[in-house]
Nanobody, 122 residues
């Protein structure tokens, strides 16, 4: 089992920045691929960013490319999502996910956090 706990969400204005954190426990963190997903009201959960086990490769949704950065600290068992130039359309619950396999689809990931709300006002 893998336990994931997100933090760092909040209410910000358009153009502001936030950094989300996801602390993992229960398995060797460095063996896990990590992803961030988000879900807005009435919409399906969508891919935001993902990072391979070593952190050497990162992937982003087109909608966040150039604004968001995913990173990981294997020594702290934590993955981060730095979000800059936030837009109202970024408003959603953001979820951290983990799995031994890498992917950009929600179904790839077996382990999920509880989510953290990000609200961007215009």
């Amino acid at each position: 089992q893998v336990q994931l706990v997100e933090s760092g969400g909040g209410l910000v204005q358009a153009g502001d920045s936030l950094r989300l954190s996801c602390a993992a426990s229960g398995r060797t963190f460095s063996s896990l691929a990590m992803g961030w997903f988000r879900q807005a009201p009435g919409k399906e959960r969508e891919f935001v960013a993902a990072i391979r086990r070593s952190g050497g490769s990162t992937y982003y949704a087109d909608s966040v490319k150039g604004r968001f950065t995913i990173s990981r600290d294997n020594g702290k068992n934590t993955v981060y999502l730095q979000m800059n130039s936030l837009k109202p359309e970024d408003t959603a619950v953001y979820y951290c996910a983990a799995d031994y396999y890498f992917g950009t689809e929600p179904r790839t990931y077996d382990y999920w956090g509880q989510g953290t709300q990000v609200t961007v006002s215009s």
